[in-house]
């Protein structure tokens, strides 16, 4: 059966998947004052429980004071947050699952909109979210030392508590990519640069530091995007050539796998070539991948935040491109965000079961 294939067990390093099925980091602001709960722990291990094969968390923030932008989003610092983040990986892993966390510092933001702020203004390279819009400082290299530390230690605190993996959020517009970025990167210094290669150094310090904390045997994800919130048609690389630079100092550095986010899995990445953004990250690396991006809806995620509703979709063309082996692991976000069944179902080829997805699954732990 040509599902089959999603169904593969997968090893690398700390992991061992009993399936290809990822569920994809989403924020849900359900813990508050940094602290996940008790919903939130149950949340993790219904999904665990119905066979997804690699849980990653929510972003959860390093020990930095501005960064987050929302006090409800999980910390991953503090003894309160760690303990709470300790029974989600004791529910999970009693549920039969793999899990790790997202680490996350979310560099400069908006405000916001409940209107509350972090103590000390957000920070990043060059004070910026995005081109002309500034709402924080610019780094010192103290700054940017300490930081680099602090995704160190929560790297050290995941493995400690028992975590199977960690992944650092590289993608988006966050702290990570806003140093890849030209648009919010204007430093002059080595953390600067006019190339890529060069605005990486960021990231190769982290993921170098993670590595050294966690040690050769625990698998490092790093999620990355070429497009930003900011800006949904950049692309930080325009050619396999210029991909192939970004991306071979970061596996150098550490990185296991390579979580390569799209909004539709489906975009070929060049001209040329219907190889996605997973595609060529493993061709260019030779590391394992994931894709991610409207698997199995109709609709793309940042629509879904307007309001947008999505109707299932066949996997079709997913099982096709992973059975040629353009990638390893496929996320899916949405679709188990609404249901924590979505695995058995598609496993058990229940299809008129499957919900899609709309805007009020958002408003609760499901
Ligand atoms: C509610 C919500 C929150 C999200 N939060 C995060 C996040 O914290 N970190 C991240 O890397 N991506 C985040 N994303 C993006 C998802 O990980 C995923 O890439 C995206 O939803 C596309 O997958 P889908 O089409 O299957 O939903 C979020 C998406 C949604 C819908």
Known sequence: MKKDILFQPFTLKSLHLRNRIVMAPMTRSFSPNGIPTEEVATYYSKRAAAQVGLILSEGTVINRPSSSNDPNIPHFYGEESLKGWQKVIQGVHQAGGQMGPQIWHMGVMYNHHSGWVPPVPFEGPSGLNKPDFTNGVTMTEKDIY???????????????????????????????????????????????????????????????????????????????????????????????????????????????????SQRRFWDSEFDGSDLNFAGWAKKLTGKATITVGSIGLSGEFLAAFKGESSQPQSIEQLLERMDRGEFDLAAVGRSLLADPNWVEKIRDERTAELKGFTKEALGALL
């Open 146 to 260: 300490d930081t680099i530390a602090a995704f160190g230690q929560a790297a050290a605190d995941a493995k400690r508590l028992g975590f199977d993996c960690v992944e650092l959020h590289g993608a988006h517009g966050y702290l990570i990519d806003q140093f890849f970025w030209e648009g919010t990167n204007l430093r002059t210094d080595e953390f600067g640069g006019k190339t890529v290669v060069e605005r990486s150094k960021f990231a190769i310090e982290v993921i170098k530091e993670v590595r050294r904390r966690v040690g050769e045997d625990f698998t490092i994800i790093l999620r990355l995007s070429q497009w930003k919130p900011q800006d949904y048609t950049f692309k930080l690389t325009k050619t396999p050539q210029e991909m192939e630079a970004w991306l071979t100092p970061l596996a150098d550095a550490g990185v296991d796998i390579f979580h390569c």
